[in-house]
């Protein structure tokens, strides 16, 4: 899995490539505190490009969101692929992230 | 008596061959010339044995007196194989197969799924078999076996006639076969396979009555008949039997060889730096103690479905659990979330996540384990369901291209005794192109020497000795490609160099090998009763390209995994002109023969070259380009034409 960070005017956006599982899980928490500990707490995920979430990867994901949330910020996801959708959906966890089409729209309303 | 004369022929031929070659390995080597003198010899060898084996099959000829009465109350289905032939042909074979006077079903298996011959099979009340749906694109298909293996999944009947779609059966072939199952020792009874579309002359040596004739009657005297693919009765169990010995036997193999594999991948998932949670190295831990625990209840010879079926259970308990873990932290951190600003969390409070969600994130395809590929490979090896073959029980053969080879020897080896009937119960179709036959004939020697290297008969236990030699005798004459070109280039070689690879052509060659090839002659003719031998004797030496052929691709393909390259036989004349290129490197040989005959000649007349060397190796150029120009009449034939036959048999 490959991560790489762009800061954006009002947010900085994660791509996270690859499949999102028990091994990489903690390498996006890693990455996702280091960008928030860089100054940028209003975050997008980016999953464009994860092809697989299992329940690590889903725990790292809201693992982050209590980083951003306690860094006074947010935590957004964007272009969700099919089988991560599932994941949400089952574990109800839509509830909590919601899914935005692209990056730019996660914070154009706020 | 015949067998008398037989057995004293094959004495003879033995006696005469040994003192032949003794001398030539002893007494005769032109050490000189020794990178012709010993590939000539070794060939000369290669021969020797060939003849051996010959005379051991005809040694043990079986005459049969027919078959006893066949119960009434057998079952039998019919099976009629068809790929892509036409749907004219198969319906015919199948109405004839519909006419077999002993009660049965009749079922066409189409591996083509063509809708039409369906439509037609409804029409005719004939049975329709394709494919099931297991036999899924990432599966092997395995050909005629797979389509064999397929159809005996959905049908009942205690005997199989098996029959390729162009083999038109005798309304009695059943009556006259069935009998000799009532011995229960027997699961084959294999007919001969006649061709109703070949000319007297038979240009492109389809007819094979050494064969179907001495060759399977001494096989048979050994109990080693063989399958020849169609035209054979078979019986069930012995087929089930052989599925079910394969499918344990491979099941054990392949669960030994991931248990074998799985401490390995363990120890290479906790060495990498990506596992550094203690959850995930309990895990590990779990899985590790689960495989080892299998390990000795496999040794102990504790069944294999509830071992694999154990390891499954710890594994997938230990893989809830992580979930489970992951949940708790996740719901640990939406508590904790919900605390800083219950808003943003939902109106109703933090979601929880389901049990039956921690179930789904916990199967296979979503578990965590999947991230560690190489354990979870293994631990998908660790099943007995076979999931990589299209049916867990395969009772044809699928390790060769000639699986009825392949399956019969596996029923000897189990005990199994097979008949040969020596009686044309069933009229086939011939290729009437030399294209078309080049082909067959190519598969049926690739899928011979693909059972020689992967089971070869002379190390398989259970066999008797008759029975590995006779099939080894088989595959044997497949290797007569090598020895051929080393007999077309040693009289090139003499009358283009003066090279002899003996060390004189004096009074104590003549001697020693004239006895030999008259006895060796002699033993054909004896053997044969009369049956023209010589087509196949010259397609033996003239097709050396392809039996060559044959052995490579067969060898890449055990070996190293290569394609073999391998086309189903057609059964409708190829159209175009005359093909030559199909038979280049004979050309090519001729026409070096010729020219050294030529060079010979010359080189007598200069004096350079002595004249006995000469006439015997001019001699031996004239046999060679006898025995090669039936390739000109091969490749110039146009088909059967049944015009001046009184009668055909085939619109009967």
């Known amino acids: 899995m490959e991560f790489s960070y762009e800061v954006k005017d009002s947010y900085a956006e994660v791509k996270a490539d690859g499949r999102l599982n028990m091994v990489s899980a903690p390498k996006l928490r890693e990455f996702v505190t280091d960008v928030i500990a860089g100054g940028s707490n209003r975050i997008v995920v980016n999953l464009e490009n994860t092809a697989f979430m299992d329940s690590s990867g889903l725990g790292a994901l809201i693992g982050c969101l209590k980083a951003a949330r306690q860094a006074g910020g947010d935590l957004r996801i964007a272009a969700v692929q099919p089988q991560v959708n599932m994941v949400l959906k089952l574990t109800s966890m839509d509830k909590v992230l919601t899914a935005y089409t692209t990056a730019e729209e996660a914070f154009s309303n706020d | 008596m015949t067998r008398f004369w037989t057995r004293l022929v094959v004495v003879l031929t033995v006696l005469t061959g040994l003192n032949y070659i003794a001398w030539r390995w002893m007494s005769s080597l032109n050490w000189d010339a020794w990178w012709i003198a010993l590939p000539l010899v070794a060939a000369e060898t290669y021969s020797l044995i060939d003849v051996m084996l010959f005379g051991m099959t005809v040694w043990n000829l079986k005459i049969r007196k027919g078959a006893p009465q066949p119960p009434h109350d057998a079952t039998v289905d019919v099976f009629i194989t068809t790929y892509n032939e036409d749907l004219d042909m198969v319906l015919t074979t199948a109405l004839a197969a519909q006419r077999i006077r002993h009660p049965h079903s009749t079922w066409i298996l189409d591996d083509g799924a063509r809708p039409e011959l369906k439509a037609l099979c409804e029409q005719h009340g004939l049975g329709y078999v394709t494919r099931s749906g297991e036999w899924t694109k ?186 489970q873990a992951d949940v708790a932290a996740l719901q640990a951190d939406l508590e904790e979330i919900a605390a800083m600003e219950l808003a943003h969390v939902g109106e109703s409070g933090v979601p929880v996540v389901a049990d039956d969600a921690v179930q789904r994130m916990s199967a296979r395809d979503w578990s965590p384990l999947g991230a560690l590929e190489s354990v979870q490979a293994v631990l998908d090896a660790l099943t007995v369901e076979r999931s990589n073959e299209a049916q867990p029980v395969m009772p044809l053969a699928t390790i060769s291209v000639t699986e009825d080879m392949a399956t019969a020897m596996r029923m000897h080896a189990m005990g199994w005794e097979s008949v040969y009937h020596h009686e044309i119960l069933a009229y086939g179709l011939a290729p009437e192109d030399i294209a078309t036959m080049l082909t067959q004939r190519l598969r049926w020697a690739q899928g011979t020497i693909q059972v020689l290297l992967r089971e070869n008969p002379l190390v398989q236990k259970g066999l008797k000795i008759g029975q590995r030699l006779m099939y080894f005798a088989t595959m044997w004459t497949y290797l007569s490609g090598f020895a051929a070109v080393i007999y077309f280039a040693a009289p090139i070689i003499y009358l283009l160099l003066g090279i002899l690879p003996v060390s004189s052509l004096s009074w104590d060659f003549f001697i020693r090998f004239i006895p030999f090839m008259v006895v060796n002659q002699l033993l054909f003719a004896v053997a044969g009763r009369g049956i023209p031998t010589w087509r196949g004797q010259q397609y033996s030496l003239a097709l050396f390209p392809t039996w060559i052929k044959a052995c490579t691709t067969a060898a890449r393909n055990v070996w190293f995994g290569r394609p073999l390259g391998f086309a189903v036989t057609p059964k409708a004349r190829q159209s175009g002109g005359p093909s030559w290129s199909l038979i280049r490197p004979q050309i090519v040989v001729s026409i070096l023969l010729a020219l050294a005959a030529v060079v010979g000649i010359v080189r007598l007349a200069t004096g350079l070259a002595e004249p006995l060397g000469t006439l015997v190796n001019v001699v031996w150029v004239v046999f060679d380009l006898v025995v090669m120009s039936i390739l000109v009449r091969a490749v110039l034939y146009k088909g059967y034409e049944p015009a001046a036959e009184p009668a055909n048999r085939e619109e009967s």
């Open chain 2, 138 to 323: 990432d599966l092997p298909r395995h050909a005629k076996a797979g389509n064999l293996n397929n159809a005996l999944m959905v049908t009942h009947g205690e005997f199989l006639l098996i029959l390729d779609a162009d083999q038109i059966p005798e309304p009695d072939i059943l009556e006259k076969t069935l009998g000799y199952f009532n011995n229960r020792r027997v699961a084959l009874v294999q007919t001969p396979q006649y061709f109703s579309n070949v000319p007297a002359s038979d240009p492109l040596g389809s007819q094979a009555p050494l064969f179907y004739g001495p060759i399977q009657q001494g096989k048979d005297g050994w109990n080693a008949a063989f399958f020849c693919g169609s035209n054979a009765i078979l019986r069930r169990e012995a087929l089930m039997q052989l599925g079910l010995v394969g499918y344990v036997k491979e099941t054990e193999k392949s669960i030994r060889r991931a248990l074998a594999a799985s401490r390995a991948a363990i120890r290479q998932a906790r060495k990498s730096a990506d596992v550094e949670s203690p959850l995930v190295a309990g895990v590990l831990d779990e899985v590790e103690a689960a495989t080892r625990e299998a390990q000795q209840e496999v040794d102990a010879g504790q069944p294999l479905g509830e071992v694999t079926y154990r390891v499954r259970r710890r594994v997938d308990a230990a893989v809830q659990t992580l979930v």
